[in-house]
């Protein structure tokens, strides 16, 4: 069974960046295509990016041109860079299986973007 654990998250500025990561246990993450979601403070959890198992990529529109999403197999890891930060980024950043998430849920990691 493939377990999530997700890291790099913490306090920055607006304008600032930040690099998310995500390891998973099991040799069978090569075949998922996984993404980003997000659940900020009393609102539900989004989706905020997706990489397929070939590495095509697809953004929720308030995210496109700040963050990237990559992966890499060999290292049953997925990242999140995460640029020009906005207050409203603020969130508990978790990672899952797309386009429905199917593993169990990680711990994920929180964002606070802060003067």
């Known amino acids: 069974q493939v377990q999530l654990v997700e890291s790099g998250g913490g306090l920055v500025q607006p304008g600032g960046s930040l690099r998310l990561s995500c390891a998973a246990s099991?040799?069978?993450?090569?075949?998922?295509?996984m993404g980003w979601y997000r659940q900020a403070p009393g609102k539900q959890r989004e989706w905020v990016a997706t990489i397929t198992n070939g590495g095509s990529t697809g953004y929720v529109d308030s995210v496109k041109g700040r963050f990237t999403i990559s992966r890499d197999n060999a290292k049953n890891t997925v990242y999140l860079q995460m640029s020009s930060l906005k207050p409203e980024d603020t969130a508990v950043y978790y990672c899952?299986?797309?386009?429905?998430?199917?593993?169990?849920w990680g711990q994920g990691t929180q964002v606070t973007v802060s003067s």
């Open positions: 099991g040799s069978i993450f090569s075949i998922y295509s």
């Open positions: 899952n299986s797309r386009p429905s998430p199917t593993i169990s």
